[in-house]
């Protein structure tokens, strides 16, 4: 149980064009879905908190209008990379936390992200 | 300001060789602290909640006992297959269920 999935796992794409990650919870419905970066050799950042029907919570200094986020159902949620450049390159990790009663957030295999 | 801190960054073992890894915190309240491994390229593998202080867990070869300023992560008769990141983390009362993670243990083992 407690599966989290991402889709692409690879992306590449040009400067200045959009790219949109998708990250889906496949055997619970999650409440919060949360979205992380991470450089290499370090610990993931999160950029962003959603709930479901809500308007994501961005953490400080994540551009919320870069990093558009939408979590429409209680299993979805997708992040697009609006306008991107290539120091947006970076490995995207999605989590979703919801099974009742824990506040365990389980994590997808990540998208790993290359803007030329 | 909710702080989680590694110990090791990085450790070598022998195959059999049992160690532990520390996690050590400062929050105001836990809410409960996560373990999880990390292979590269991959997203954390979600291995245990601790809630309480004197609370253990076990899986395998491994066992995560927390105290009231840190956590360890035991590792026995390891094997190369252990080799990973093992992340800590924490969620604070007052945090709401954000993850504060540590930087995280690197191990290999070797046989």
């Known amino acids: 149980g407690a599966v989290v999935s991402q889709h692409p796992s690879r992306v590449i794409c040009k400067s200045g064009t959009s790219v949109k990650i998708e990250c889906r919870s496949l055997?619970?419905?999650?409440?919060?879905m949360f979205w992380y970066r991470q450089f290499p050799k370090q610990s993931l950042m999160l950029m962003a908190t959603?709930?479901?029907?809500?308007?994501?919570?961005?953490e400080q200094g994540v551009e919320k209008d870069k990093f558009l986020i939408n979590h429409a159902s209680l299993t979805l949620s997708t992040l697009t990379v609006t306008s991107a450049h290539p120091e947006d390159s970076s490995f995207y990790i999605c989590s979703a936390q919801g099974l009742a009663g824990t506040y365990e957030q389980y994590f997808g295999p990540g998208t790993r992200l290359t803007v030329t | 300001e909710d702080q989680v801190t590694q110990s090791p960054e990085a450790l070598r073992l022998q195959e059999g060789e049992s160690s532990s890894l520390n996690c050590s915190y400062t929050v105001s309240g836990l809410r409960g602290l996560f373990w999880y491994r990390q292979d590269p390229g991959k997203g954390p593998e979600f291995l245990f909640t601790?809630?309480?202080a004197g609370e253990e867990k076990e899986k395998e070869r491994l066992k995560a006992t927390l105290t009231k300023k840190e956590s360890f992560l035991h590792i026995t008769a390891p094997k190369p297959e252990d080799s990973a990141t093992y992340l800590c983390?924490?969620?604070?009362?007052?945090?709401?269920?954000?993850?504060?993670f540590g930087t995280g243990t690197q191990l290999k083992v070797e046989l």
């Open positions: 959603s709930n479901e029907g809500s308007k994501a919570t961005y």
């Open positions: 983390a924490v969620i604070a009362t007052g945090g709401g269920n954000k993850l504060t």
């Open positions: 055997d619970f419905q999650a409440t919060t």
């Open positions: 601790l809630y309480s």
